[in-house]
Structure formats: structure tokens, C-alpha cells
């Protein structure tokens, strides 16, 4: 296996940029890629630095791609930084181009941790073109709920709140679209989590929509010692999905 950097300058971020690529030793005919998610406050060395990733990452098929966004999550700010579009039409353009990766719908997926998971479910429910299953680790997964919290950093990123509701960043209006009613999603948290209400609540709700919502919660917090434990199950979930796309 082999994990490199790339540094370029992103159109879409008007600035130069970093991604971490891991790459399995073989590669095969319709590669799964993994694009695997930073929280709040890391980035693209966060998911190698603070797990076992590397090391768990060998027992999978997956090209493991890991992009940084900041904290922006995951969307376009008025303020000139395109991330959702980087993410989900630079990034990809890019990969394609530059290591032949074949990131059609059977072959995509995504997963994060925290304000990662948000964007693994938000990519996943808005594209489902593009993505065939996702995974949220401990994912910030109703905005509203939490927007007293975080009042001036979602004013800033999403504008409004009034305006939020009906929006393409809210996850709960996203789940209504009939084209991801058989859209593979896992939830995992922990049941010592800050969020864990949060997620409680997104999947009540989205379970009335969503024919193929795992959720799960484990012992645990919000922390890395949860994702790093809870990182393998959904690699293993993950390859399943792969392989039923594929049967």
C-alpha cells in the first residue's frame, strides 16, 4: 500500500489545497473509492494521524481519498470558498484525471466523523447519482437543533436560519426525495455522545423515508477513541455494500 499527498490549486476554493490518498497494494477492475470525511477543526491527516486507519485499511478494497474543507461544512459560503462543489465536482474531475479512478455510482462512497458525517449523508442524499452508500460517524446530523448552539458559525456557512429549512443543506428535508428511498445509509454514535439526541432525532425522522437507514448506537463518546474502534464496522458495512452493487 502507498499513501500520498496532493497539493493543488482548486478553482472552486480560489487557493492551493491538500488531499491524502490511500491506495491498496492492487489495484482491480471497478475500484471502490472511499471518500472518508474530517470534523470540525481537522483535516486531511486527521483520519491517519488520530486512528489506525492505515493499518485497518489493508483488509478492504477501497482507494481511500481524504480531502480538507476547513470548517465549512461541506458547503458553498458566501464568502468565497465553493467547498461543496470542490468536493463533489472538482475533487472528483481531478482523481479521475490524474489516477484513472473510475467514480461512477457503484463504485463511490463516502463516510465522516462529526461535521463529516453531516457532509457524508449530505453528499449522499443530494447526489445520489453519484454515491452508492454513506456512513456517518457521530455526524452533526439536524443543523436546527443544534443552531442555538452554533448561531453565528451556521449563519455564517448556511445564511438565515428561516431560510435553512427548505434548503439543499438541511438532511431532513433531503430524505423526502424519492430517488434516495433505496439509498444504503449507516448511522453510528455513541451512546455518551453530545449528539446523541441529535441523531435520535434525524433517524425518527428519516426512517420514514429511507427503506436502507442502519443505525446503530454503541458505548462511547465523541471522541477518537470511538471513531477508531467504530472505524472497521464501517469499512466491513461499506464492502457489503460494494459487493451487492456489484452481484
Given at each position: 500500500?502507498?499513501?500520498a499527498s496532493f497539493n493543488f490549486y482548486?478553482?472552486?476554493?480560489?487557493?492551493?489545497?491538500?488531499?491524502?490518498?490511500?491506495?491498496?497494494?492492487?489495484?482491480?477492475?471497478?475500484?471502490?473509492?472511499?471518500?472518508?470525511?474530517?470534523?470540525?477543526?481537522?483535516?486531511?491527516?486527521s483520519w491517519l494521524t488520530n486512528s489506525?486507519?492505515?493499518?485497518?485499511?489493508?483488509?478492504?478494497?477501497?482507494?481511500?481519498?481524504?480531502?480538507?474543507v476547513g470548517r465549512s461544512y461541506y458547503?458553498?459560503?458566501?464568502?468565497?470558498?465553493?467547498?461543496?462543489?470542490?468536493?463533489?465536482?472538482?475533487?472528483?474531475?481531478?482523481?479521475?484525471?490524474?489516477?484513472?479512478?473510475?467514480?461512477?455510482?457503484?463504485?463511490?462512497?463516502?463516510?465522516?466523523?462529526?461535521?463529516?458525517?453531516?457532509?457524508?449523508?449530505?453528499?449522499?442524499?443530494?447526489?445520489?447519482?453519484?454515491?452508492?452508500?454513506?456512513?456517518?460517524?457521530?455526524?452533526?446530523?439536524?443543523?436546527?437543533?443544534?443552531?442555538?448552539?452554533?448561531?453565528?458559525?451556521?449563519?455564517?456557512?448556511?445564511?438565515?436560519?428561516?431560510?435553512?429549512?427548505?434548503?439543499?443543506?438541511?438532511?431532513?428535508?433531503?430524505?423526502?426525495?424519492?430517488?434516495?428511498?433505496?439509498?444504503?445509509?449507516?448511522?453510528?454514535?455513541?451512546?455518551?455522545?453530545?449528539?446523541?439526541?441529535?441523531?435520535?432525532?434525524?433517524?425518527?425522522?428519516?426512517?420514514?423515508?429511507?427503506?436502507?437507514?442502519?443505525?446503530?448506537?454503541?458505548?462511547?463518546?465523541?471522541?477518537?477513541?470511538?471513531?477508531?474502534?467504530?472505524?472497521?464496522?464501517?469499512?466491513?458495512?461499506?464492502?457489503?455494500?460494494?459487493?451487492?452493487?456489484?452481484?
Amino acid at each position: 500500500m502507498a499513501i500520498a499527498s496532493f497539493n493543488f490549486y482548486s478553482q472552486s476554493l480560489q487557493k492551493q489545497t491538500q488531499f491524502n490518498v490511500y491506495l491498496p497494494e492492487q489495484r482491480q477492475k471497478d475500484q471502490p473509492v472511499l471518500f472518508l470525511l474530517h470534523g470540525m477543526g481537522d483535516n486531511q491527516a486527521s483520519w491517519l494521524t488520530n486512528s489506525s486507519l492505515a493499518r485497518y485499511a489493508a483488509d478492504y478494497p477501497f482507494v481511500i481519498v481524504m480531502p480538507d474543507v476547513g470548517r465549512s461544512y461541506y458547503a458553498n459560503t458566501d464568502y468565497g470558498e465553493h467547498d461543496w462543489d470542490y468536493l463533489t465536482v472538482e475533487l472528483p474531475k481531478y482523481l479521475q484525471t490524474w489516477l484513472n479512478l473510475d467514480l461512477k455510482k457503484q463504485n463511490t462512497f463516502v463516510a465522516g466523523l462529526s461535521m463529516g458525517g453531516y457532509g457524508a449523508f449530505k453528499w449522499a442524499l443530494r447526489r445520489p447519482d453519484q454515491i452508492g452508500a454513506a456512513v456517518s460517524f457521530s455526524g452533526r446530523l439536524d443543523i436546527d437543533a443544534s443552531w442555538a448552539d452554533r448561531a453565528e458559525n451556521f449563519q455564517h456557512i448556511f445564511g438565515d436560519r428561516e431560510n435553512f429549512a427548505d434548503s439543499q443543506s438541511n438532511l431532513l428535508n433531503l430524505v423526502a426525495d424519492r430517488r434516495v428511498r433505496q439509498l444504503p445509509l449507516f448511522q453510528l454514535i455513541g451512546t455518551s455522545d453530545h449528539l446523541l439526541e441529535n441523531n435520535r432525532t434525524f433517524h425518527t425522522f428519516a426512517r420514514q423515508y429511507l427503506d436502507k437507514l442502519d443505525y446503530r448506537e454503541q458505548t462511547g463518546d465523541h471522541n477518537w477513541h470511538f471513531w477508531d474502534t467504530y472505524l472497521p464496522i464501517g469499512l466491513r458495512w461499506l464492502t457489503e455494500q460494494y459487493h451487492l452493487l456489484h452481484h
